[in-house]
């Protein structure tokens, strides 16, 4: 799974390899020099951004990440970004089990006769 990880103020357009993965606050649309963002909060919180599977449009070795962000007017006497880009690798085949090093020791089986019995890591006693 791939995350954006985002604080704006006021609005982005994110995109990997070309591909818009991500959007806030932005109408929809190619925006320009000239959009405006829409319906930002103040201030603004960092997000988390669940991007679309990667295998459309991640490539092997070398990929970029381009923003571009917006502000709410042309007067806004602020602008933000910072973010960061997470991934989280789920195995989904189950570990084999190809060797054990050193072996283990054979079950040791004791009866005393009275009820007692020991195995190895075990001790139970009838009484």
């Not at 990929?63 to 960061?84: E, R």
Request: net charge negative; aromatic share 10%; hydrophobic share 40%.
């Amino acid at each position: 799974m791939l995350r954006l990880g985002a604080f704006v103020d006021d609005g982005f357009v994110a995109w990997i390899n070309g591909v818009e993965v991500a959007r806030t606050n932005i109408p929809a649309g190619n925006p320009t020099f000239q959009t405006l963002s829409t319906n930002a909060i103040e201030p603004p919180p960092f997000v988390t951004y669940n991007l679309p599977v990667p295998s459309g449009y991640l490539v092997f070795r070398t990929n970029m990440l381009a923003v571009q962000v917006f502000n709410t007017g042309l007067n806004s006497s602020d602008l933000g970004f910072d973010a960061l880009l997470d991934v989280t690798i789920s195995e989904i085949t189950p570990p084999v089990i190809l060797n054990i090093t050193p072996t283990p020791a054979p079950r040791v089986h004791i009866d005393f006769g009275n009820g007692d019995i020991f195995r190895t890591g075990d001790w139970r006693s009838s009484g």
